[in-house]
């Protein structure tokens, strides 16, 4: 039967399956393969030319083939050096009439972010794939197969707008400062400026829901890695609020219900991620703004009885199907679960944070961080045996833990001056310098291996908590070269590669200094 018909088989296999290196059944319209995983399926002639389906294109905004209607509405963008002049035209950013219904509202959010994409010179599936390799390894926040899913079925209807502005904030975390898109008049801060008016246009109209929570989360962890933390803060908090809204922060209990079917069980596992990346996101933005507010924090953690966040295994990397029953529970200690090792090490940066922000007295204080102290020191060794920085697996844990510990020292310090004999006194201060130096030689180490690495990878690659861990280790280090410690010319090798690392995520990121 011929390829180009709605049935039968096809000569050849797809693109996916070939890039993949997968058995393709070769069925049309969509083979079984990417039929079963929400996938981009098309297949080529000798001469590259598509038989059936449709390649990415300046037409493809999704990776796959846009209707009429959609591309007759991004034509418009054809020859625009950018899309900033758009912004400027009357009626394109203009409020979601509410007279239309759900419908109309969808429909106008869509087109928006289809010709922002347009002027990108991108697609959803790319953007989503960036992702995917990136950013989601941190927090994974968003389950591949089902947001994979939901570009393909904008295929055949219009998105949902809160859908339109998950994918658009996808956009602003993985568009860099020296892509060939971005290069153009308008970059990453224009975007970010259409970004947050059509997010605004969203919470305004659409109910809270899942997807506009983890599109506030993006938003939020762009915001704190530009530096904009008022801006990261406040984003971070509304996104808290409309978790507790819609129940997201409850999602541990239904993800434990064994009587739930496999659909509901990858639903409540994504939303529970959700809620354990708004925790763990918003600490990270607090620690670097006035101690003030460190006991205003909006999304608490969850009793330690209830499941850690757990990641799905996928049988084959991106958009492949996820097998809910090899979701990763991390065992006290020990797991390859990243995300869920980190989480673990939120509890004892609350329980740092508690102590500091009690009223007890200043040897109640210190004993109570120094029991902390004994149990940070032996998940940092742990952490380090396992080379955590090095392959990548436990750096957000080992970041969570750094970072208490610089948290917990300098506090010590502060309030061992206090103390009546000086014996005491510098006892104290003696043991918490020795243990803030340690932090930093740890730093220094894992800046060395980070310049390596991103000089093969690139700043994206990296977790983005590390810029806080950097500029606390570079602070604290001039400090002691200027009281001039024995360590100076070491610790002076070590701060120009932490000033190096620090430099390259500001030029990522746009870091306001």
């Known amino acids: ?9 096809a000569q050849r296999v797809c693109s996916t399956c070939k890039l993949r290196k997968k058995g393709c059944d070769k069925k049309l319209p969509i083979c079984g393969y990417c039929a079963k995983r929400g996938l981009p399926c098309t297949y080529y002639d000798n001469d590259s030319s598509v038989l059936f389906g449709s390649a990415p294109s300046k037409d493809g905004i999704a990776g796959i083939s846009l209707p009429a209607w959609q591309r007759q509405r991004l034509s418009q963008a054809e020859g625009a050096p950018n899309f900033i002049s758009s912004l400027l035209q009357p009626g394109f950013l203009n409020a979601p009439s509410l007279a239309g219904g759900p419908s109309s509202i969808d429909e106008t959010v869509y087109q928006q972010v289809c010709f922002i994409y347009q002027s990108l010179r991108l697609t959803f599936h790319e953007a989503s794939t960036r992702f995917f390799q990136n950013f ?22 219009t998105p949902s707008a809160d859908l339109s502005i998950l994918l658009l904030s996808l956009c602003l975390v993985t568009t860099r400062p020296h892509d060939d898109v971005s290069t153009q008049a308008t970059g990453p ?17 659409v109910q809270a829901s899942t997807l506009l929570t983890q599109a506030g989360l993006v938003i939020s962890a762009y915001e704190y890695a530009n530096g904009q933390l008022d801006s990261a803060y406040v984003s971070i908090g509304a996104c808290a609020r409309m978790g507790q809204t819609i129940d997201i922060d409850k999602a541990g209990v239904r993800l434990a219900e064994s009587h739930a079917d496999a659909e509901s069980k990858l639903k409540a ?9 708004i925790i763990i996101l918003e600490r990270f933005i607090i620690l670097e703004m ?16 209830v499941s850690p966040p757990c990641v799905p295994v996928c049988e084959d990397g991106l958009g492949s199907k996820c097998d809910e029953t090899q979701m990763c529970l991390p065992p006290s200690g020990h797991g390859h679960n990243s995300f ?18 009690s009223p007890a007295t200043p040897e109640r204080r210190l004993w109570g961080l120094a029991k902390l102290d004994a149990k940070l020191q032996d998940d940092l060794m742990q952490l380090m045996e396992e080379r955590s920085y090095a392959n990548g697996l436990r750096c957000g844990a080992a970041a969570t833990v750094i970072r208490s510990l610089y948290l917990l020292h ?30 930093s030689k740890i730093m ?11 000089s093969h990878h690139g700043v994206d690659s990296l977790h983005f908590c590390c810029g806080c861990n950097l500029r606390v280790a570079i602070r604290y280090i001039q400090r002691r070269c200027q009281d001039g410690c024995g360590e100076e010319v070491f610790f002076v090798k070590g701060l120009e590669k932490l000033t190096l690392l620090e430099e390259a995520f500001r030029e990522r990121w746009g870091t306001i200094v």
């Open 1 to 9: 039967m011929n390829s180009s018909t709605g049935g039968g088989y």
């Open 136 to 157: 989601q390894n941190w927090l994974p926040i968003i389950t591949p197969d089902r947001l994979y899913r939901a570009i393909v079925a904008a295929e055949c209807r």
């Open 189 to 205: 801060a224009a975007l970010y400026i259409l970004v947050k008016m059509l997010y605004a246009q969203a919470q305004a109209v």
């Open 269 to 277: 596992m994504e939303e529970w991620n959700l809620w354990w990346g």
């Open 290 to 305: 006035s101690p003030s507010r460190y006991q205003h924090i909006t999304a608490t953690s969850p009793n330690c009885n």
């Open 340 to 357: 869920g090792r980190q989480a673990q090490t939120v509890y004892i940066l609350d329980q740092t944070l508690r102590i500091i922000n």
């Open 410 to 439: 300098q506090d010590i310090i502060a309030h061992a001056k206090t103390l009546a004999p000086i014996a005491t006194r510098e006892q104290w201060q003696r043991r918490s310098e020795a243990a803030l130096d340690t932090a």
């Open 444 to 454: 220094m180490d894992v800046a060395e291996h980070h310049l390596n690495h991103i």
